[in-house]
């Protein structure tokens, strides 16, 4: 959480080393919220990622602000 953002550009990225072992439920899925407010007004969005390769570096979400 940020409360007094500072101008610029954010990302949310995954950072994902991989599985050390396979499993039955399959690749490693996340979910992020994202709630922003700005004027009053908050919006919210969802993501859903499934990883896969090792390292992974998927970009989730940019904020401008």
Do not use: C, H, S
């Amino acid at each position: 959480m940020i409360r007094n953002a500072i101008k610029g550009k954010y990302q949310i990225k995954t950072n994902y080393f991989g599985e050390t072992q396979l499993t039955e439920n399959g690749p490693a899925t996340i979910m992020v919220e994202i709630y922003t407010t700005k004027a009053g007004k908050t919006t919210k969005v969802l993501k859903t990622i499934q990883l896969g390769k090792v390292k992974e570096d998927d970009v989730l979400a940019e904020i401008i602000w």
